[in-house]
Nanobody, 126 residues
Framework: QVQLVESGGGLVQPGGSLTLSCAAS????????VGWFRQAPGKEREGVAC????????YYGDSVKDRFTISRDKANHTVALQMDSLSAEDTAVYYC???????????????????WGQGTQVTVSS
């Protein structure tokens, strides 16, 4: 059974940093493109970042460029999302996703990704 599990969410002050981690069971993340989406209250799900396994290309959503970093830990078969300079606008549930393909390309639609984690809450507040 394919499962994705996120961890690392929590409460952080504005300007602070947080790192999320995504692990998988039932398959190995190393072979597939892995992305992060988020959903803020009352808003649609938004693509945040994606890492292609085929060529290590990385893609970021406009709202997080230069603040968030997606990376792979191949030793532990996990994917991390480091988030810096956080603001209240980053408050959301963050989801790890994968779709069985190796290149992210322009895949920012939720329907592109077949597998979703349960989500982890990130709250930015003083």
């Amino acid at each position: 059974q394919v499962q994705l599990v996120e961890s690392g969410g929590g409460l952080v002050q504005p300007g602070g940093s947080l790192t999320l981690s995504c692990a998988a069971s039932g398959f190995t993340l190393d072979y597939y493109a892995v992305g992060w989406f988020r959903q803020a209250p009352g808003k649609e799900r938004e693509g945040v970042a994606c890492h292609s396994s085929a060529d290590d290309r990385i893609y970021y959503g406009d709202s997080v460029k230069d603040r968030f970093t997606i990376s792979r830990d191949k030793a532990n078969h996990t994917v991390a999302l480091q988030m810096d300079s956080l603001s209240a606008e980053d408050t959301a549930v963050y989801y790890c996703v994968t779709g069985g393909f190796t290149r992210c390309g322009s895949r920012w639609a939720t329907s592109d990704y077949r597998y979703w984690g349960q989500g982890t809450q990130v709250t930015v507040s003083s």
